[in-house]
């Protein structure tokens, strides 16, 4: 079984501050990775997946993560924040395998404010 | 744009009437799944299909019954909302290829 911590529930930073959310998983198996972003009364929009190849890569909106095995990380990076990035963040992990029709284990969200 | 749609955006019900919440994609994707999640906290699967497969997670009540008469479409049948099951319901499809679920924009359930 795979398990995700998003480490910190809330992250308030000011406009145009760089800004990392954390995620740690757990896995006995190799994983995808993903990061999820919540508007207020939206689904889930995907921001970034990491399947193989690079560790670092590049999403939407000018984020990126890097994958850090020996450290079981998928942190979330933005070099400068705006308002609009306001939203909450979810990091989500499935095996590689395919196994149970990649289900994802989600991490508990961490919400962005964004103030000016 | 290929896409996951879901219908309506807002739904209210009261308290024991059944409701049914439609999800359709122009994704052909094989793998549909349908997501509660209540405020503040990661979505709950509840099932998902492959193909007509249906596959109901242990801890799924037996309020919540679903049905995909084609790859397009799925449907979410709730025969006896409870005050408990006013949640946001997400619907997604499966990427095979990536293993990656693109999500609906959702339906806000509330019941009164």
């Known amino acids: 079984a795979q398990s995700v911590t998003q480490l910190d529930s809330q992250v308030p930073v000011f406009e145009e501050a760089p800004v990392e959310l954390r995620c740690n998983y757990s896995?006995?198996?190799?994983?995808?990775l993903f990061w999820y972003v919540q508007y207020p009364n939206q689904g889930l929009q995907l921001l970034l997946k990491?399947?193989?190849?690079?560790?670092l890569v590049k999403g939407i909106n000018g984020f990126e993560a890097e994958f850090n095995k020996s450290q079981t990380s998928f942190h979330l990076r933005k070099p400068s924040v705006h308002i609009s990035d306001t939203a909450e963040y979810f990091c989500?992990?499935?095996?590689?395998?395919?196994?149970?029709?990649?289900?994802?284990?989600f991490g508990k969200g961490t919400l962005l404010t964004v103030n000016p | 744009d290929a896409m996951v749609i879901q219908n309506p955006r807002y739904q209210v019900t009261q308290f024991g009437k059944p409701v049914t919440l439609s999800c359709s994609q122009t994704?052909?994707?094989?793998?549909m799944y349908w997501y509660q999640q209540k405020s503040s906290q990661a979505p709950k699967l509840l099932f998902h299909?492959?193909?007509?497969?249906?596959?109901n997670e242990a801890d799924t009540p037996d309020n919540f019954q679903s049905r995909r008469p084609n790859t397009s479409f799925c449907f979410l049948d709730i025969r006896s909302p409870g005050l408990g099951d006013a949640a946001m319901y997400l619907c997604?499809?499966?990427?095979?290829?990536?293993?990656?679920?693109?999500f609906g924009p959702g339906t806000r359930l509330t019941v009164l």
């Open positions: 989500a992990v499935t095996k590689n395998s395919g196994g149970s029709n990649y289900k994802l284990t």
């Open positions: 896995s006995s198996v190799s994983v995808y």
């Open positions: 990491y399947l193989s190849g690079s560790t």
């Open positions: 994704l052909n994707h094989n793998v």
């Open positions: 299909y492959y193909d007509k497969d249906f596959n």
């Open positions: 997604a499809t499966l990427s095979g290829a990536t293993g990656t679920q693109y």
